[in-house]
């Protein structure tokens, strides 16, 4: 079945994924590797274009990422053209292309507060490092992103000034990105104030992909990722049920829902029946973790009124 795009969200822009990165961040519960990849081609298969699967952190810091290489090494070299790696360091590049990954999320905060939390590390040490990062992944023909957490507050400094994003997004180091990554870490951005700073990434710094990485802290998940649509982001995360959150970000919440950006911006892949698939793949997940499923859109697909085409059908 195909559906009517007349409401399709108009620009569009790429959904990835990251349930199995972000939104495993802050479980209690460890997924096997089998369970993840599972995960992984359920939702490839569902026509889903981008997915994080992993992160390369440190397993005693975050446990649910450390079967990352196991994965990795599960899926297919076609497979993997559509997955992403969040990396930090070169070294994480390096184990991470010989597990097979050719695709990273280089990632470090605009803050430095957070980023020495969250990488140990100052904000220009992490930059500095970035060239090294970028040639190991030109070597294996992959792509690599530059990822600004805390691009609009930080949990120990406040509201973070666009012009520092600026200046990391135009620093010569950063060159050779492919993407370019802002992150509203703590879910506290609102739709203006996104729209200000991907307008101006977008007009004032190399041109490359712009992602927005938004959480749904304080309920305006899905309007500030169609407020960076808009202006210009072509990619946008999204995780399964809303899963989600930093570990290292006091206050920061579950990411903006998967199915919640889908059923807004109805990409081409979507149809009543995907979006079926698409919850009744979280939902089990989300039980076996013990989790919460804060999407509206699954929890509105099981409406009773059925003459609603998105609504589930009766079983």
Not at 29 to 46: C, N, Q, W
Not at 150 to 176: H, K, Q, Y
Not at 193 to 199: D, E, H, K, S
Request: a negative charge; hydrophobic letters at 40%; glycine letters at 8%.
């Amino acid at each position: 079945m195909t559906t009517d795009n007349t409401y399709s969200y108009t620009p569009q822009a790429i959904l990835r994924d990251v349930t199995l990165r972000d939104g495993l961040q802050l479980t209690g519960k460890p997924l096997s590797t089998d369970r993840k990849v599972e995960i992984a081609r359920g939702l490839l298969a569902l026509g889903i274009p981008e997915l994080e699967i992993g992160s390369m952190a440190r397993p005693d810091l975050v446990p649910p990422m450390a079967n990352t290489l196991e994965v990795i090494a599960e899926l297919t070299a076609e497979e993997l053209d559509r997955c992403w790696v969040w990396v930090a360091t070169p070294r994480h590049v390096e184990k991470a292309v010989a597990a097979g990954a050719r695709n990273f999320q280089y990632c470090f905060s605009a803050s430095e507060s957070h980023n020495r939390a969250n990488i140990g590390r100052s904000t220009d040490d992490s930059l500095a490092a970035m060239p090294a990062a970028i040639e190991l992944t030109r070597d294996v023909g992959g792509r690599i992103q530059l990822c600004v957490a805390t691009s609009f507050t930080c949990p120990f400094e406040g509201e973070v000034p666009a012009d520092r994003v600026l200046s990391i997004a135009n620093d010569p180091r950063a060159d050779g990105a492919d993407d370019i990554v802002l992150a509203d870490t703590l879910g506290q951005a609102v739709p203006a104030q996104v729209a200000a700073l991907v307008t101006r990434v977008r007009d004032e710094s190399p041109q490359r992909r712009i992602v927005f990485h938004g959480h749904d802290t304080w309920g305006l998940g899905v309007a500030n990722t169609l407020a960076a649509i808009g202006s210009g982001a072509t990619v946008v995360d999204g995780s399964l049920g809303g899963l989600g959150g930093c570990p290292f970000a006091p206050g920061a919440s579950g990411n903006t829902s998967t199915e919640d950006i889908a059923f807004a911006t109805r990409p081409h892949w979507l149809t009543p029946a995907t979006l079926t698939d698409l919850v009744d793949i979280a939902t089990p997940m989300l039980t076996e973790l013990g989790e919460p499923n804060r999407s509206r859109t699954a929890e509105g697909s099981r409406s009773e009124a059925r003459a609603f085409e998105w609504v589930r059908p009766v079983s």
